[in-house]
């Protein structure tokens, strides 16, 4: 079954390139002519890994090309990811199956909610890559995925096609909590160093600070029933953030080059989390009002 991959940014070039070069049968979906014109113009996809690039000739079309599509790994950005799967809304085929690589939590839902014949498959990546130019891409460390859907044990057997593309995964009943997880280090490291103006190992300067939120996170992940995911949340944000030292976050990268952030998928969902759960979280909510306030200083969205 062809893979169909809408979004050629990071981590939906990534696997791409891995699928196409494992013999996989993939499919780049563009958002326009003009798109498309200059990726068929670089004359593929560049994959950089160890200071070595290699070009991936990898076929190309946009939402409105015609033909079915059964498998779709939707890679695009959390606030980009209703409307994008609306978009292929006519070609999906009964029973298709969308795996949704965002970050954060809600916009899985709304894509849910819009394609409810469509069988939706959470993902969530630890893997490293960044885009270097238009279709070029450099893979910055081997990480791991997780996909599944809430409460089904059972996996899929295309998952094979993943260990023969080299890329590290796991499925599991509990994806939720692997995404309640990865939010809850997010919304405790991104957000700083967009504040403190700095790289992600910069942030053991501020000790207290990242103890405070990881509290905070840790009460709103055990009031919403995801004990595993509040679990020693404290020293695993240390780790990340040692682990990540030199890198820039991706909020901080987004901030820095003028575009959106997910700040509606990371703090500010798990502050409106909070307040369903009528949890008191005063730090978070400073954190977020400063937060929108810096970004509507540059001119940014704020959702």
């Known amino acids: 079954m062809t893979w169909h991959v809408l979004g050629a940014g990071s981590l939906g070039s990534l696997w791409a390139a891995r699928l196409f070069r494992a013999g996989l049968p993939v499919r780049l979906i563009l958002r326009s002519t003009e798109r498309l014109a200059a990726y ?32 779709l790994l939707l890679a695009c950005k959390a606030y980009d990811a209703e409307e994008a799967a609306a978009s292929l809304a006519p070609r999906l085929g009964p029973n298709a199956e969308i795996i949704l690589l965002q970050n954060g939590l809600g916009s899985q839902d709304a894509v849910a909610t819009r394609l409810p014949r469509a069988r939706c498959i959470l993902a969530s990546s630890t893997e490293g890559a960044f885009r270097e130019d238009a279709f ?24 094979a096609e993943l260990t023969q593309a080299g890329i590290s995964h796991d499925w599991t009943a509990d994806i939720l909590g692997k995404l309640w997880r990865k939010l809850a280090l997010n919304c405790a490291i991104n957000p700083l160093t967009v504040m403190h103006n700095c790289r992600n190992g910069d942030l053991r300067d501020w000790p207290h ?7 905070e996170l840790t009460r709103l992940l055990l009031s919403c029933a995801q004990k595993d995911a509040a679990d020693g949340l404290l020293t695993d944000v240390q780790r990340v953030i040692e682990a990540t030292a030199a890198n820039y976050s991706s909020m901080y990268q987004d901030v820095a080059r003028g575009q959106r952030t997910e700040i509606a998928y990371l703090l500010g969902y798990a502050c409106a989390a909070a307040r369903q759960q009528q949890l008191n979280v005063p730090r978070l909510d400073a954190l977020h009002a400063q937060l929108l306030a810096h970004l509507a200083a540059r001119g940014l969205p704020l959702v």
């Open 40 to 71: 068929r113009a670089a004359g593929g996809l560049s994959l950089v890994e160890n200071g070595q690039s290699h070009l991936y000739p990898i076929p190309a079309e946009t939402a409105d090309t015609s033909g079915p599509v059964q498998r």
């Open 136 to 159: 070029r891409v450099v893979f910055a460390g081997q990480g791991h995925t997780w996909l599944g859907i809430p409460g089904q044990t059972q996996a899929p057997g295309w998952l």
């Open 209 to 215: 600070e990242v103890a405070a939120l990881c509290e």
